[in-house]
């Protein structure tokens, strides 16, 4: 993906990214404090919102690959099940039943399958939400603090298994054509463990960036620091 | 009782329930869109719009009947087509005094939630038509109240269709107009009989509606 001079005015600030270009099939995060324009501009590359000005070149990617799991996630008024297959009927792709019962597994709600998905914690809807975006194998999946409402056990197990099937089929375990993840997160530890690379924000500009180890050990802006003494 | 129901009587059920279910049917074909595609547009002169579709929304059935009626009378723009003192008559009254009410409530429920359905949408790859589909599945129980209000105002509507309709006996003649005919002649026992049989009809809709809403959402698995 290439952004070039993207430009988004909101109510309270104003987003502008000159330059960007996020090759493929690496996990990358998103870093930065509350209002920074993490969000926006997450939106903004998954489509949802529309750029007052400036390009994103998809490198040929269709909306159908790209995915985005929102931090409060929209689920259907419907049964667990039927948000999770959600994607797939979209595609009219018949769902494996052995895939379902692979999502809900590693979600914990097999037992839940038919509940009302409303009716499920925040944590499991997020769960929920994160399996649902994974079940049709977008290439580009954009993830928004859907860690949020989860245990730390939960957490540990999402990271595990993102960083598995990022190049790996997730039921036959064979390697897969790499994935590229793009995560927000305001919990270091997520992405120190899971990102290769990081950028951070601040007042809606990408101030700096690089190797998520080297960025965060020996930050190099002053506006980092401050940020990671906070941490 | 059934000295009560006779032949008359059950056409005017008849064309009572004719006359309903057809103006909250076309209504629904009308509001539902113009509700989804108020919510969806930007213009000059939209807040104009639904400021008018508000006060259509509490429009005295009386006037749209006078309206519906210069249409239509011999010598108005519409008198060609002999409508008026018919059915279609009474039901192009009901459409015009219900379908501001449906684009009413569907336009302030998508207010609530349309963009967040709306981003989902775009974050799960469906196209135009899908997010249509999405957005009336997820906003259908406003719908489906959308569509009781509407049925429950033409159920007991009779100022704009005593205008048009002309309450002729074996042809316009429906229960609340009838109503009103038998509390004018005194004849109260048949006016309370028939009263009694519009709110079972009214109750039994509503039943009947809520059944096929559940049996929907539990057969919708063409997956």
């Not at chain 1, 939960?154 to 960083?163: C, G, K, P, Q, T």
């Not at chain 1, 305001?186 to 101030?207: A, D, P, V, W």
């Not at chain 2, 429009?59 to 279609?88: A, C, E």
Request: proline content about 4%.
């Amino acid at each position: 993906m290439k952004i070039t001079d993207l430009k988004k005015k909101l109510d309270k600030f104003s987003l502008d990214i000159k330059s960007l270009e996020i090759p493929e099939g690496k996990i990358y995060g998103i870093i930065g404090p509350n209002g920074c324009g993490k969000t926006t501009a997450m939106k903004l590359m998954a489509g949802v919102m529309k750029p007052d000005s400036g390009k994103i070149d998809y490198c040929g990617l269709t909306p159908r690959d790209i995915t985005m799991v929102l931090r409060k996630p929209y689920l259907l008024h419907d049964t667990v099940e039927r948000n999770l297959i959600y994607p797939l009927k979209l595609r009219k792709i018949k769902p494996d039943i052995t895939l379902i019962d692979h999502y809900l597994e590693i979600t914990g709600l097999t037992d839940y399958r038919n509940k009302y998905a409303l009716t499920l914690s925040g944590g499991e809807q997020q769960k929920l939400a994160l399996a649902r975006a994974l079940i049709f194998s977008p290439k580009l999946i954009l993830i928004d603090e859907a860690f949020s409402n989860m245990d730390i056990e939960s957490v540990a197990f999402f990271e595990d298994y993102i960083l598995k099937t990022q190049t790996e089929d997730p039921l036959t375990k064979t390697p897969s054509e790499p994935k590229t993840f793009i995560i927000i997160s305001h919990q270091l530890s997520n992405i120190k463990r899971m990102c290769e690379y990081t950028f951070f924000m601040h007042n809606g500009e990408i101030i700096t960036s690089g190797e998520t180890d080297k960025l965060l050990s020996s930050p190099d802006n002053d506006k980092l620091k401050q940020y990671l003494n906070y941490m | 009782m059934f000295e009560l129901l006779d032949r008359e009587t059950l056409g005017i059920i008849i064309l009572t329930l004719q006359m309903t279910l057809l103006s909250t049917a076309i209504s629904l074909v009308l509001g539902v869109p113009l509700g989804l595609w108020l919510d969806r547009v930007n213009f000059k002169g939209k807040s104009i719009l639904v400021l008018i579709n508000r006060t259509l929304m509490a429009s005295p059935p009386v006037v749209i009947g006078l309206v519906v009626y210069l249409l239509l009378m011999r010598n108005g723009p519409f008198g060609s087509l002999g409508w008026l003192f018919t059915l279609q008559a009474m039901v192009i009254a009901q459409v015009l005094l219900l379908t501001p009410i449906i684009c009413g409530i569907v336009y302030t429920a998508s207010q609530r939630s349309s963009s967040h359905i709306r981003s989902f949408a775009v974050t799960m790859g469906a196209t135009k038509w899908q997010t249509q589909v999405l957005l009336i599945k997820e906003l259908g129980n406003e719908i489906y109240f959308a569509a009781i209000t509407g049925f429950g105002r033409a159920m007991s509507e009779v100022g704009a269709i005593m205008i048009v309709g002309g309450n002729i006996r074996y042809h316009t003649r429906v229960m609340t107009t009838t109503i009103s005919l038998l509390r004018n002649r005194g004849e109260i026992n048949q006016a309370i009989f028939l009263g009694a049989i519009l709110m079972l009809i009214a109750l039994a809709i509503q039943i009947i509606a809520g059944i096929l809403r559940k049996r929907e959402r539990r057969t919708d698995e063409n997956y």
